[in-house]
């Protein structure tokens, strides 16, 4: 067991040698990501809800999925409607500790509540044979209808197979669902070999799937600089538009190392994601139809 104090909170971790990937990745890293990381990640995570995808036996195992808080918790942990919030560093190590590698956030905050979401958040979905190549005309794509509804996006990998694109708004939570709904529509029926926006699996070989569900207040997304499951530890990255052009990227070029020294080079891509963003546009639905 090794104590540590966390800006003033004091934790026991423990097994800091256990593998938490199948190539050797420890616990200690994991904890040494998140701290390293937490300058531009505890951002996007503050005031807003975390579910936590645990993985105690290693991301080669089953993991399981957490929403409330649990009852062992230190007494300092925020939690806010059963679910806990990570406001600190120390937080986030805890949770680090508790192999929880994958951090989900809603796309609200727990002082405006669900009702009142601060972005819109596209995720794009293949379905194989389509890949991130795929994604990666969508995306830009969504960017420039986006852009045509004032609305600026801002790109990440999920850490898998997909992307997701996030633009700061001001609106409610119905204008959002319904707003994402109607252009997830709009491009499934202009590219309909390409791209669907339908929930059933069946049809979707070789589509990119836009999931605007994601907007729906229960739902959470995977958060920027999140780690992900996997063979080898990948993290949710957000890339410059200019990369997305380019291309040649996988999910598996994203390592802890490399996301950290990218932070050194580009600080926070998402950080615009941060402040308010504009108002949906009114009667946007309408022009959506005469596309």
Same mark, same amino acid.
């Given at each position: %067991?090794t104590?540590v +104090?966390v800006?003033?909170?004091r934790?026991e971790?423990?097994?800091?040698d256990k593998?938490?990937?199948p190539? #050797? $990745?420890t !616990?200690a890293?994991?904890i040494?990501?998140?701290?390293r990381? /937490?300058p531009? %990640?505890?951002?996007?995570?503050?005031?807003?809800?975390v579910?936590r995808?645990?993985?105690?036996?290693?991301?080669?195992?089953? #993991?399981f999925?957490e !929403?409330?808080?649990?009852a062992? !918790?230190?007494?300092w942990v925020?939690?806010?409607?059963g679910?806990?919030?990570?406001?600190?560093l120390?937080?986030?190590?805890w949770l680090?500790?508790l =192999?929880?590698l +994958?951090?989900?956030?809603p796309q609200w905050t727990?002082?405006?509540?669900? +009702?009142h979401p601060?972005?819109?958040?596209?995720?794009?979905d293949?379905?194989e044979p389509a890949?991130l190549? +795929?994604?990666?005309a969508?995306?830009?794509?969504?960017?420039d209808?986006?852009?045509?509804?004032?609305?600026t996006?801002?790109?990440k990998?999920?850490g898998? !197979?997909?992307?997701?694109?996030?633009?700061?708004?001001?609106?409610?939570a /119905?204008q959002i669902?319904?707003?994402a709904?109607?252009?997830a529509?709009?491009f499934?029926?202009?590219?309909?070999?390409?791209?669907?926006?339908?929930m059933a699996?069946?049809g979707?070989?070789g589509k990119? $799937?836009i999931?605007?569900?994601q907007?729906?207040?229960?739902k959470?997304t995977?958060?920027v600089?999140s780690l992900?499951a996997?063979?080898s530890?990948?993290?949710?990255?957000p890339?410059?538009w200019?990369e997305i =052009?380019?291309?040649? $990227?996988? /999910?598996?070029? $994203?390592?802890?190392a490399?996301?950290?020294?990218r932070?050194?080079e580009?600080?926070d891509?998402? /950080?615009p994601?941060?402040s308010? #963003?504009?108002?949906?546009?009114?009667?946007?639905?309408k022009?959506?139809r005469?596309?």
């Amino acid at each position: %067991m090794t104590k540590v +104090e966390v800006d003033g909170r004091r934790l026991e971790l423990t097994n800091l040698d256990k593998p938490l990937y199948p190539d #050797g $990745f420890t !616990k200690a890293e994991v904890i040494d990501y998140y701290t390293r990381v /937490a300058p531009v %990640m505890l951002p996007h995570l503050a005031d807003r809800q975390v579910t936590r995808i645990r993985y105690p036996s290693g991301a080669q195992a089953d #993991g399981f999925f957490e !929403k409330n808080a649990p009852a062992a !918790k230190p007494s300092w942990v925020r939690v806010d409607g059963g679910l806990i919030v990570v406001d600190e560093l120390a937080t986030l190590v805890w949770l680090a500790h508790l =192999a929880a590698l +994958e951090l989900h956030t809603p796309q609200w905050t727990a002082t405006n509540g669900p +009702e009142h979401p601060d972005r819109i958040v596209f995720d794009l979905d293949p379905t194989e044979p389509a890949g991130l190549d +795929e994604c990666r005309a969508v995306a830009q794509a969504l960017r420039d209808r986006l852009a045509v509804d004032g609305l600026t996006a801002y790109p990440k990998t999920s850490g898998r !197979k997909g992307m997701q694109v996030s633009c700061p708004v001001t609106a409610t939570a /119905a204008q959002i669902a319904d707003y994402a709904r109607a252009l997830a529509g709009e491009f499934a029926t202009a590219a309909p070999d390409a791209v669907t926006d339908q929930m059933a699996k069946a049809g979707r070989r070789g589509k990119i $799937f836009i999931d605007w569900s994601q907007n729906n207040p229960s739902k959470t997304t995977v958060c920027v600089y999140s780690l992900r499951a996997g063979p080898s530890p990948t993290v949710s990255t957000p890339v410059t538009w200019d990369e997305i =052009a380019q291309g040649s $990227f996988t /999910a598996a070029d $994203f390592t802890p190392a490399v996301v950290l020294r990218r932070i050194d080079e580009y600080a926070d891509l998402h /950080a615009p994601l941060l402040s308010a #963003g504009p108002a949906l546009p009114t009667g946007s639905r309408k022009r959506r139809r005469r596309l």
